[in-house]
C-alpha cells in the first residue's frame, strides 16, 4: 500500500498557489491587457483597485469578447473582465477549492489573505502539479474520465468558426481533424496569439494557424502516463485515438481534476460521518457526565473529590467546599495531597490507600479537625475509577460530617455510664440497708436475752 505524506484533501490552497500574479487596473485597454498575457505567457490577469481584487480576466474572457465583437481600440479591460471575481481565502482545502473550479466551470480561482489582498491564483494546473501517485493510482487508464463527445472542425473552416464554437460549448480547445483524425489542434492561447500578430484573425483558415502535429495517446494510456506527457510538453490536453488514428476522446486537466470532485464529495459525507459518531458519543458523554455530576450535587452530606492518577483535582462538589474550606476555582487541577497536608490529615493515609484502591479495595479512614473552637470529626474512604479496560484512571475520596453522631455516640456513653455508676450505687445502698436491718434484728434479739435474764 502506498503511504500517503500530506495528502492533497489535506493541503491548505497556499501550499499549492502560484504567488507571482500579474495584475491591472480596470481602466487598463483591452489590447495593452492582451499583449501582456503573450509577453508573459501567462492564462489570466488579475484586475484590482485599492490593491484588492475587482475582476479577473481570462483566455477564455478573451475568446467570448471576440465572439461578441468587442475588441475596439478603447475598449477597457473592466468592459470584458469576468466579475464579480471568486475568491478563496489561504487556508481553504484543495478539495473545496477544486470543487469551486468545476462547479463555476472556470480555471483559475484568486486566492486572497485575510486583509483582502492577493495572495495568488491557484489554477487546474496547480492542483494536477500536486496530485499524488497513489491518485492516478486508482483512477487508471484515460478512458474512464475522458470527454467522448469532441468538438472537431476542418482545416478549410475560419477562425471565425473556431470562436464560434468555443464560446458556444465554453470549451477550451477545438480539434481540427481530417477523415475522423486528427491532424491540428486550436486552443483559447493560440487564439489571444493571433490576435495580437493579426490583429483580427477571423477570417484566417484553420489550417494556416492550427498546432500541428498533433499527440495524442491511445484509450489505455494510464492517467498518470496522460498527465506527465501533458506536463513534458507544457500542453492542458491531449486527444485520444483509437488503433486506427480515429479520434475517441479528449482528456484535459479538467477531466483529471474532475475526479478529484466526486472524491471531495466522498470526504466530505467520510467527515460528515465521523462526526455524527463523534456526536452521538459527545452527546451520550454529556448526558452521562450530566446525569453523573447532578448525581454528585445531590449528595448533601458528603464531600466528593475525583481525581486523575497523579491524585490531581477533577471534581470537588459544594460539600467538599464547606468542609475544606476552598472554592473549586482554587483547587481544580491541583493536587489533593496539598488539601490533606493543609488539614492536617496524615500523608501515609493516602499513600497507603493507593495500595489498597489499586487491588479493587477501598481504603477507609477517620479524622478530626478544630472549628470556632469545637472538634469536628469526619469519616473518609477512597476508591478507585475505572475505565472501559478495566484500567485505574483516578481516585475518588468521600468524606462526611460525622460530629453530630460522635457526639450523640459519646453523649450516649456518658448516659450509660452514668447509669451504670448510679446502679452500682444503688446496689451498694441496698446491701448497706440488708447489713442494717440484719444488725437492727441482731440488736433485738440480743436485748431480748437481757430482758430474759
Known amino acids: ?86 475568491t478563496a481565502g489561504e487556508d481553504m482545502q484543495v478539495y473545496e477549492a477544486c470543487d469551486l473550479l468545476l462547479e463555476n466551470r472556470i480555471r483559475h480561482l484568486v486566492v486572497v ?31 474512464k474520465i475522458m470527454a467522448k463527445n469532441v468538438v472537431a472542425i476542418e482545416k478549410k473552416d475560419h477562425v471565425s468558426l473556431v470562436i464560434s464554437k468555443m464560446a458556444k460549448h465554453s470549451i477550451s480547445c477545438i480539434v481540427v481533424e481530417e477523415g475522423g483524425r486528427p491532424i491540428g489542434v486550436l486552443t483559447e492561447r493560440d487564439i489571444v496569439n493571433l490576435f495580437r500578430e493579426q490583429g483580427n484573425p477571423s477570417a484566417t483558415e484553420v489550417g494556416k494557424v492550427m498546432s500541428s502535429p498533433v499527440i495524442s495517446i491511445p484509450p489505455d494510456t494510464p492517467v498518470f502516463e496522460a498527465d506527465r506527457i501533458m506536463k513534458q510538453n507544457n500542453i492542458r490536453r491531449l486527444i485520444v485515438v483509437d488503433s486506427e488514428g480515429m479520434i475517441t476522446g479528449l482528456i484535459t486537466q479538467s477531466d483529471i481534476v474532475k475526479r478529484l470532485e466526486e ?66 476555582e482554587d483547587v481544580i487541577n491541583k493536587q489533593v495531597m496539598k488539601i490533606h497536608k493543609l488539614e492536617k490529615v496524615e500523608s501515609f493515609r493516602l499513600n ?35 475505565n472501559m479496560d478495566g484500567k485505574l484512571a483516578g481516585y475518588v475520596l468521600m468524606t462526611q460530617d460525622v460530629t453530630k453522631r460522635k457526639r450523640a455516640e459519646k453523649n450516649l456513653k456518658q448516659t450509660v455510664d452514668d447509669l451504670e455508676n448510679w446502679q452500682r450505687l444503688s446496689v451498694g445502698r441496698e446491701l448497706k440497708m440488708i447489713e442494717l436491718k440484719t444488725e437492727v434484728e441482731d440488736l433485738k434479739k440480743e436485748l431480748q436475752r437481757y430482758k430474759s435474764v
Open 1 to 86: 500500500m502506498l503511504k500517503k505524506s500530506k495528502t492533497i484533501s489535506k493541503k491548505p490552497i497556499r501550499d499549492i498557489l502560484t504567488s507571482r500574479v500579474i495584475s491591472v487596473s480596470p481602466t487598463t485597454p483591452f489590447s495593452e491587457a492582451v499583449s501582456l498575457m503573450q509577453d508573459k505567457k501567462i492564462s489570466c490577469l488579475v484586475v484590482v483597485e485599492n490593491k484588492r481584487p475587482v475582476g479577473i480576466f481570462t483566455e477564455r474572457d478573451f475568446v467570448m469578447a471576440l465572439n461578441d465583437g468587442l475588441q475596439s481600440q478603447d475598449l477597457e479591460i473592466k468592459e470584458v473582465m469576468s466579475r464579480p471575481v471568486l
Open 263 to 328: 472524491r471531495y464529495v466522498e470526504f466530505l459525507k467520510r467527515i460528515l460521518r465521523e462526526k455524527e459518531v463523534i456526536l452521538e458519543e459527545t452527546k451520550k458523554k454529556l448526558s452521562e457526565k450530566i446525569v453523573l455530576e447532578n448525581i454528585l450535587r445531590s449528595s448533601t452530606d458528603q464531600a466528593i473529590i475525583a481525581t486523575d492518577l497523579d491524585f490531581h483535582i477533577i471534581y470537588f462538589n459544594p460539600v467538599a467546599e464547606k468542609i475544606y474550606g476552598y472554592r473549586v
Open 113 to 143: 489573505k485575510r486583509s483582502g489582498k492577493i495572495a495568488g491564483v491557484v489554477s487546474l494546473s496547480n492542483i494536477t502539479n500536486n496530485i499524488g501517485l497513489q491518485y492516478f493510482v486508482e483512477l487508471k487508464d484515460v478512458s
Open 352 to 386: 497507603k490507600s493507593i495500595a489498597t484502591v489499586a487491588k479493587g479495595g477501598i481504603h477507609e479512614y477517620t479524622f478530626k479537625q478544630k472549628k470556632n473552637g469545637d472538634e469536628h470529626y469526619f469519616e473518609s474512604k477512597v476508591t478507585g475509577i475505572w
